[in-house]
């Protein structure tokens, strides 16, 4: 059996491992080379675009089933995955991690979506916020002009900023202040940042796992808010346990 993983998140190492042990063929699938994994089975990076799309790459190399995953917000890929399989008549299976849920003393304002954030954003600034935590993927130009609008709506208070963190280097709000980094990130450093920055609203997206929720434990003890954009739903079955695939 030969098997296509769509990954580049940390389940997706720890599946394709467990995988390989089982004397599976593995071909791991990543975007980018932010970090290598260290896997013994073929790796390809970069995408499907170069060799021919995704439903012509399964062909070509023979792939069985298809394993997506994935980041629970790389709905482009899961959707063109979801496609690609049924173009050429393969399983398709899908593992998402599981969300992050609220704890006491918590203070969490989920958006459905990117236009309700923005607005929720816009809302906290005008309301006193100004030295906001922005962790909610990479910036195109057009929301930073968005969030550059943002920042100068509290005359009262004064402009607001973002510290803006991400492992590649993005399109940047004139008011922010960029810090390149990739997780893991511990409670320790995470508290450390929102102390140096004073940072009083949090903004993410509900990406789940362990590599970055440091800053929700943070703001927790710190009593910061937090607004985090709710996940997309899913036009698939996702499972979360490996025995059920095979």
């Known amino acids: 059996m030969k098997l296509l993983i769509l990954g580049g998140t940390r389940e997706a190492k720890l599946l394709a491992k467990q995988l390989i042990n089982l004397d599976i063929e593995i071909v791991y699938s990543i975007a ?7 896997l013994n089975c073929e790796i390809i990076s970069g995408g499907f675009s170069k060799r021919g799309g995704l439903s012509e790459y399964l062909l070509a190399e023979k792939i069985d089933s298809l394993l997506d995953a994935t980041h629970p917000f790389a709905t482009k890929m899961t959707q063109q995955a979801l496609r690609s399989t049924t173009d050429v008549n393969i399983p398709y299976y899908a593992f998402v991690r599981p969300q992050w849920q609220p704890q006491a003393g918590d ?4 958006a459905k979506d990117q236009e309700q954030l923005l607005n929720e954003l816009a809302l906290a600034v005008n309301t006193g916020s ?3 935590f922005y962790t909610n993927g990479q910036i195109d130009r057009r929301l930073a002009v968005e969030l550059d609008a ?5 005359e009262t208070f004064g402009l607001a900023r973002y510290i803006v963190r991400s492992a590649k280097e993005t399109e ?3 008011y922010a202040h960029w810090l390149q980094a990739i997780g893991p990130f511990n409670l320790a450093d ?3 940042l929102i102390k140096e920055y004073e ?3 949090i903004v993410c997206k509900n990406s789940g796992g362990e590599a970055t929720k440091a800053k929700l434990e943070a703001a927790r003890e710190l009593g910061i808010r937090v607004l985090m954009l709710q996940r997309p739903k899913l036009a698939n079955e996702a499972t979360n346990s490996i025995s059920r695939l095979f």
């Open 172 to 174: 940047l709000p004139q």
């Open 107 to 110: 203070n969490w304002l989920l």
């Open 130 to 132: 100004k030295n906001v």
């Open 32 to 38: 980018g080379l932010v970090r290598l994994p260290e």
């Open 190 to 192: 995470e508290k450390s």
């Open 199 to 201: 940072v009083d609203l």
């Open 150 to 154: 943002i920042a100068e709506l509290n």
